[in-house]
């Protein structure tokens, strides 16, 4: 915990011309000599890596190359990352107030502490009550601080396409290493679309059973079985 960055704040972009602007100009806001902010852009063929040249001042680090998807780009991105934790956040998505507010509640080195997202319209808490609410919700990526060590012991696992995140929390919620917090800040306004969006993980979707029974309590796993039985049952008798 010896780094002179308290945050790191990680955005992979390509292409991200329309909405990347707003996302600078949040960061502006809060950028403070403990907050180190890393772009990764995949070989952008819009306006997006004039727009990062333009916002240097803000950014710590960047680059420009090709990956294989967006997890590929976040685990390249923590090998750089100097923060003691880590937030990613998306070139449509922007920083509000409680990010900066969240700053000084990050104590506790082996703590992942999670917060709220402005979501269509609307405040998501996203708190994690249990081990079934993590079945039926993750937590938001843009309202997430992983402490670095995180990262030390996982990383995102590339084979699923857009639930990587939700996979790493899975992982990390029984973990008797990590500690989850939950902190009543609004992190960020969570935008509508996006890769996430607009892309279905077909792999989650069929490994989501195991991943649950795997790494949830067993109570968490039978509800969550029977919910699906439920559904499948009126959903094939009307």
């Known amino acids: 915990m010896n780094s002179p960055f308290k945050i790191s704040i990680i955005t992979v972009t390509k292409n991200a011309e329309k909405t990347i602007g707003v ?4 960061i502006r806001k809060f950028k403070a000599n403990e907050v180190e902010f890393i772009v990764l852009d995949a070989i952008s063929t819009d306006s997006t890596l004039a727009l990062i040249k333009q916002n240097e001042d803000i950014i710590d680090y960047w680059k420009s190359e090709k990956d294989s998807g ?7 991105a923590v090998k750089i990352a100097k923060g003691n934790w880590l937030i ?10 409680g ?4 700053i000084s509640l990050l104590n506790q080195p082996k703590t992942i502490y999670y917060g709220k997202v402005f979501f269509h319209g609307l405040v998501f808490s996203g708190k994690i009550k ?23 012991k996982y990383k995102y696992q590339e084979e699923y396409i857009v639930c990587a995140d939700y996979v790493l929390n ?14 009543d800040q609004l992190i960020s306004n969570y935008a509508i679309g996006g890769y996430s969006g607009t892309i279905k993980d077909n792999l989650f979707e069929a490994n989501k059973s195991n991943l649950f029974k795997q790494h949830l309590n067993a109570w968490a796993y ?8 439920k559904n499948l049952y009126f959903k094939k008798n009307g």
């Open 130 to 152: 249990d081990d079934y609410t993590l079945t039926k919700t993750n937590i938001c990526h843009q309202a997430i601080f992983y402490p670095k060590s995180v990262f030390a």
């Open 23 to 26: 996302l600078f100009d949040s």
């Open 170 to 183: 899975l992982n990390c919620w029984n973990d008797p290493e990590f500690e989850f917090v939950y902190i």
């Open 70 to 76: 967006i997890y590929d780009a976040m685990n390249k």
């Open 88 to 97: 990613f956040i998306g070139a449509d998505d922007e920083l509000l107030e």
């Open 99 to 102: 990010f900066n507010l969240s």
């Open 222 to 229: 039978f509800r969550y079985s029977w919910k699906k039985l």
